[in-house]
């Protein structure tokens, strides 16, 4: 994987990070669902409109999704991932907390990610085998071994979802409260990813991934991280779940979600 294909990628992600500042107020106000609805799809296409062409003209032959919230596996050879606006309903409401997330996946394995904050004009990135950065300095996951001291995360993989989810969630937080030092529970998923990376953040797990989130998960490994699914196995794009965690607190914090 090349550094021209990064550049080419991160100057597309900023391009569309631009073009969505435009449209993002700090005043934004949704007055119910489907002006909501109506703002989400528009701030979706005003970036795939934009990432579309410059990543398609990048490597002409990979194929496209930008479903944030598809799953399960893909057809062999190369495929961008898009996550047009991670967060969206925190931008849609006028908060700062969302994000451009692109990967680019090679037979099923993430090889190259870019996620975007354009409103604090944070640009992590990565490619496989190469370290993960933000805004070119590298990152390290964090060095914390015990739960005790441990800022840990999760959230909603997407909206709505079966009762059990929901319950299987609440105990999770409940049983996570009582171990680390705090937990937080927001969208975006990929927001936590990245500061798992950095090492603002100890832990993210997802009992619902998608393949969107392939992005974070990449940031996190090349950090340092350690990703498994909920089982210990090793994460795969089309996993059901994950625990991606610096490497001192994975085991403990495998041990709360299964218990």
Do not use: C
């Not at 975007?116 to 370290?131: H, K, Q, R, S």
């Not at 300095?137 to 959230?155: E, F, I, Q, W």
């Amino acid at each position: 994987m090349s550094q021209e294909l990064l550049a080419a990628t991160v100057a597309a992600v900023r391009h569309a990070g631009a073009r969505m500042m435009t449209r993002y107020s700090t005043e934004s106000r949704q007055p119910g669902l489907q002006s909501l609805l109506a703002n989400l799809q528009a701030n979706d296409a005003a970036v795939v409109d934009t990432l579309r062409p410059a990543l398609t003209k990048a490597l002409p032959g990979a194929g496209w999704l930008n479903d944030e919230h598809g799953s399960g596996p893909l057809a062999t050879g190369e495929w961008w991932l898009i996550d047009p606006v991670g967060g969206n309903v925190n931008a849609a409401h006028g908060m700062p907390d969302w994000n451009i997330g692109v990967s680019l996946v090679r037979d099923g394995r993430p090889v190259l990610a870019v996620v975007y904050f354009p409103v604090l004009d944070e640009m992590f990135t990565t490619i496989e085998g190469g370290g993960a950065f933000l805004n070119g300095v590298r990152l390290r996951v964090s060095v914390k071994t015990s739960l005790d001291g441990a800022l840990a995360g999760t959230g909603q993989a997407k909206p709505g979802h079966y009762p059990e989810l929901g319950k299987r969630m609440g105990s999770a937080f409940a049983a996570m409260t009582n171990s680390a030092l705090y937990v937080r529970i927001s969208v975006p998923v990929t927001h936590q990813l990245a500061q798992v990376a950095a090492g603002r953040m100890d832990l993210h797990w997802q009992f619902d991934n998608v393949r969107s989130h392939a992005a974070g998960v990449l940031l996190v490994q090349e950090a340092g991280g350690v990703v498994t699914d909920i089982e210990g196995k090793p994460w795969e794009l089309a996993s059901e779940s994950y625990l991606a965690a610096a490497p001192g607190v994975h085991a403990a914090a495998l041990e709360v979600l299964t218990a």
